[in-house]
């Protein structure tokens, strides 16, 4: 999701610089540099720790949250979340875009720690709020709810409903971006959960195909992603030689960029054991 600008509630742009000093933070996520994208905005945030209910301090750790997660360290960036709930509420307010983002943000960490049915419950309630919300960021938090509860519907098996969810939100969703790359991940997860693995490959070259017209910072969080919905596929299609090749790829690019405990690093591994016991 995007790392969103910004500023105290009842300033205007006047005299404000155009710089946030979350820029290089959060330009070193999105370059993929998570352990020096957390350094960077923890200092952001010690150094502004002395201003009371200044927003750049919790927006610098919400920053540090997603890098922890993308290094695998998700039951520490669950913890950050934790913390970060009630003063985004106070800041800001319970119903405003930055608070919902952080919402749906730890929602989704949630489902990293294999705790669906909270990961559900919380993303339907974001995906609701935001949707009748206004402002510019609502439709994007309202999407990336919806994606985490297609996630989180599929990990408990609901595979049916979860291919529905994911078709009402594609339809819903009018922008080739990550959104909907991940939404159309979703829905192959969905198929293959069904066993209907020719519709469920083609749904992941579909993904394919958008993710290569994405910029690499657009689509560098879900590394790994569609090489694993293809090599389930695959296997499910008897093709096991082609399935390993691409469960492998999905394991060694998760490993490099994201650690050896990261949930996708983790899912691509557990599919490659259960292809070599096979």
Sequence with gaps: MKLFRSRPRGRDDAGQSTTSPLARAAALYHAGRYAEAEAEARAVAEARSHVRDDPYGPLAMTVAALAMGAQGRHAESLAVYDALLPVFGRIFGAEHAQTLKVRSDRAQVLSSLARHAECEAECAAVARTAARGTGPQMPDIAVAARNGLVFA????????????????????HHTSDRFALVLRLGLARSLNGQG????????????????RALPDEDHRAETGAVELAVATALLGLGRDTEARARASAAHDACLAAFGPDHRRTVEARTLLDRMRAA
Excluded: M, Y
């Design 196 to 211: 209907r693995h020719e519709e469920a490959l083609a749904e992941a070259e579909r993904a394919d195909g958008l993710c």
């Design 153 to 172: 519907v599929n990990a408990q098996g609901r595979h049916t409903e979860a291919e529905t969810l994911a078709r009402e939100a594609l339809a819903a």
